[in-house]
Nanobody, 125 residues
Framework: QVQVAESGGGLVQAGGSLRLSCEVS????????MGWYRQAPGKKREFVAA????????NYHGNVKGRFTISRNNAKNTVYLQMNNLKHEDTPIYYCVVAPPLAPDITYIPSDKLWGRGTTVTVSS
């Protein structure tokens, strides 16, 4: 049974940084594409970043490109999202997902069991 667990959310001032972590178990992690989504209250869940299993394909939503960096450590079954120069609009809940679309314009949504429960990021202005 796959388990996806995010951590690292919290309260940060605008312009600050946070690093989110996501540990996956129950899968052959080093063969899984991984991604991050976020969802603000009352809004649809949106693509943030994704990385292929090999690391050769990385994509970001235009709103975070240049500020966020996705990376992975296959030895630790963990994917990271380094978030710099945070803005108030970066404030929703962040979800880690296994086998996501690798680009923001692909509308496929992975099944519920491949998602973590989310970690909350709050950026104060």
């Amino acid at each position: 049974q796959v388990q996806v667990a995010e951590s690292g959310g919290g309260l940060v001032q605008a312009g600050g940084s946070l690093r989110l972590s996501c540990e996956v178990s129950g899968r052959t992690f080093n063969r899984d594409d991984m991604g991050w989504y976020r969802q603000a209250p009352g809004k649809k869940r949106e693509f943030v970043a994704a990385m292929s299993w090999s690391g050769s394909i990385i994509n970001y939503h235009g709103n975070v490109k240049g500020r966020f960096t996705i990376s992975r450590n296959n030895a630790k079954n963990t994917v990271y999202l380094q978030m710099n120069n945070l803005k108030h609009e970066d404030t929703p809940i962040y979800y880690c997902v296994v086998a996501p679309p690798l680009a923001p314009d692909i509308t496929y949504i992975p099944s519920d069991k491949l998602w973590g429960r989310g970690t909350t990021v709050t950026v104060s202005s």
